[in-house]
């Protein structure tokens, strides 16, 4: 087996905010599968996703939700058997507080740039969700945060050639739990890095390519490790053949 790490295409970060009642502004700020959003981000250090509800002046909520995403271009990898995710924290260690999960986004087709209108992408084909991995209860600022995605990703993957991967807040977004009052800030610090080891990336186990089988000049391939300077298992064909 083979192991290639693939880092993200594209990110971003969508939220949504609301007021009134407790009850209505959860609802409006979290909204169905026709909601827009009304903010975005894709390059701080120190974003967030997640959820929150506080008290605001006459007896009113603000409500306000963040969902994020990353696209994977997988088209050049087959025969995926596993994949892990990772995305790092961001620095501010006082939004380290909510469970997450991650969730199929946009059929798992690039977004490309974010829009406050791609807050709906982490929706499947009816107002429900799509799991890519199990809830985690902990996540921490400054350093990767890594989920192992489940079968229906890899299955995924393997069929499209590529993923897209929300962020949400397990208890209150994904899992619909009941606000009952004040939650506060139910945020995640996270880190839209555009280069380097630490970007969000795919981890992603795969059978290894077989490279090129045949003699070249009278050589075995059992003695070849390289032609014109690349590797074997880079090489389908050689002159067409």
């Not at 982490?122 to 400054?142: D, E, K, L, M, R």
């Not at 977004?173 to 800030?185: C, K, P």
Request: proline content about 0%.
């Amino acid at each position: 087996m083979a192991v290639t790490t693939v880092y993200q295409s594209s990110q971003g970060r969508v939220g949504n905010s609301a007021s009134g009642t407790l009850a209505s502004a959860w609802q409006s700020a979290k909204g169905t599968n026709t909601t827009n959003g009304n903010s975005v981000g894709s390059t701080s250090t120190n974003d967030n996703f997640g959820s929150r509800t506080e008290a605001a002046r006459g007896g009113s909520f603000l409500a306000t939700n963040y969902r994020a995403y990353f696209y994977f271009d997988l088209s050049s990898i087959s025969d995926i058997t596993g994949i892990t995710f990772t995305a790092r924290g961001g620095t501010n260690t006082s939004n380290q507080n909510g469970d997450w999960i991650t969730a199929r986004a946009n059929q798992d087709a690039d977004f490309g740039t974010i829009a406050t209108s791609d807050y709906t992408l982490v929706y499947n084909s009816a107002n429900a969700f799509t799991n890519y991995s199990q809830n985690v209860n902990s996540w921490s600022a400054g350093a990767d945060n890594t989920v192992t995605l489940n079968a229906t990703a890899v299955t995924n993957s393997n069929n499209e050639g590529e993923l897209c991967v929300g962020l949400m807040n397990y208890t209150y977004d994904y899992n619909g739990g009941e606000v009952e009052g004040s939650i506060g800030d139910i945020f995640n610090s996270l880190s839209f890095v555009n280069s380097g080891t630490t970007r969000a990336r795919l981890t992603v186990t795969h059978t290894a390519a077989s490279g090129y089988g045949n003699e070249v000049n009278a050589i075995v391939p059992a003695s070849i490790s390289k032609v014109l300077g690349i590797a074997t298992a880079d090489i389908s064909k050689v002159t067409g053949i």
